[in-house]
């Protein structure tokens, strides 16, 4: 069973950075792709980022791309999204998952693993 757990979250303002980290346990990390998903209250989950697995290619939602990084650390077992130029129509419970194959994909139903969430919160 893969755990993942996010941390980083929290609350900031409009400008401002957050760099959100997601550790996964077992040993073959690099071998999937990780992406990140976020949820406002009373919307759909939506796409934000991801990255394949060891070449590392990333594609970005339109509403994020120029201010959101997506990485990993496939020796520490970690994917990273580094947040810039917040915006309250950021805010959302952020979570990290990982697809079932090595490709970065947008579509959430072909990850099969899911952390608990951390919430952003940013203020205008």
């Known amino acids: 069973q893969v755990q993942l757990v996010e941390s980083g979250g929290g609350l900031v303002q409009a400008g401002d950075s957050l760099r959100l980290s997601c550790a996964a346990s077992?040993?073959?990390?690099?071998?999937?792709?990780m992406g990140w998903f976020r949820q406002a209250p009373g919307k759909e989950r939506e796409f934000v980022a991801a990255?394949?697995?060891?070449?590392?290619?990333?594609v970005y939602g339109d509403s994020v791309k120029g201010r959101f990084t997506i990485s990993r650390d496939n020796a520490k077992n970690t994917v990273y999204l580094q947040m810039n130029s917040l915006k309250p129509e950021d805010t959302a419970v952020y979570y990290c998952?990982?697809?079932?194959?090595?490709?970065?994909?947008?579509?959430?139903?072909?990850?099969?693993?899911w952390g608990q969430g951390t919430q952003v919160t940013v203020s205008s």
């Open positions: 998952a990982r697809s079932t194959a090595v490709v970065a994909s947008k579509r959430s139903w072909e990850y099969n693993y």
């Open positions: 077992g040993r073959t990390f690099s071998s999937y792709g």
């Open positions: 990255i394949s697995g060891s070449v590392g290619m990333t």
